[in-house]
């Protein structure tokens, strides 16, 4: 990668979503299509950080699975260090990619799971991902991201449920587990 090359480029990007009328016009693939994402175009730069601000509906989750292939585009490029993430279909490649981006959400409660703990929602990149780590040594990690989000002290949060903390705890919890 060259130096001032966007480590994520986005070029025209497009989604449309059909809306279900009847169970005829379901059947018929007819009804209205609303365009989530229409036409996109942006660059993020190493070590930058994205926020995307906008009203309800306006397509900002649509364009967050979107860059994680977590939908398909109905046009467009999504390119990741140069190379078209967009062209990737093994998954174990864009399962890779995931890793290396995730996304923060406005409303944390509902992106974490209600019957983890504190200590498996932040943990579970790790176990997913398989770093090589006992048990032992996630555990120091986990605790070591709390105290970077300032939950501290973090042992007071490894074992609480997401209904047992504030807003802005659970934002915390969101962003330890974007950073592990």
């Known amino acids: 990668m060259k130096l001032f090359e966007a480590i994520v480029r986005v070029q025209d990007l497009k989604k449309t979503f059909r809306t279900s009328g009847s169970i ?15 036409d996109v175009s942006l660059d993020i ?13 306006s397509g900002k989750t649509t364009l967050g699975r979107l860059l994680l ?27 890779e990619f995931r890793r290396r981006m995730q996304m923060i959400f406005q409303d944390p409660y509902d992106s974490i ?7 498996e929602i ?3 990149p790790l176990r997913v991902h398989g ?11 986990i605790i070591e991201i709390l105290e970077d989000v300032k939950l501290t002290p ?18 915390r919890v ?7």
């Open 174 to 180: 969101a962003i330890a587990r974007t950073l592990m």
């Open 113 to 119: 799971n209600p019957r983890m703990r504190v200590r």
């Open 24 to 38: 005829l016009q379901t059947i018929m693939g007819k009804g209205e299509q609303i365009r989530a994402v229409d």
């Open 122 to 124: 932040v943990g579970e």
């Open 69 to 95: 292939r977590l939908e398909e585009p109905d046009s467009g490029k999504i390119y990741f260090e140069g190379a078209d993430f967009t062209a990737v279909k093994e998954q174990s490649r864009i399962r």
């Open 131 to 141: 770093r090589g780590l006992n048990e032992r040594d996630r555990f120091e990690r």
């Open 154 to 171: 973090a042992k007071n949060y490894v074992d609480r449920y997401p209904h047992e903390l504030s807003g802005g705890q659970r934002q």
């Open 45 to 57: 730069m190493k070590g930058e950080v994205l926020g995307l601000v906008g009203e309800s509906g």
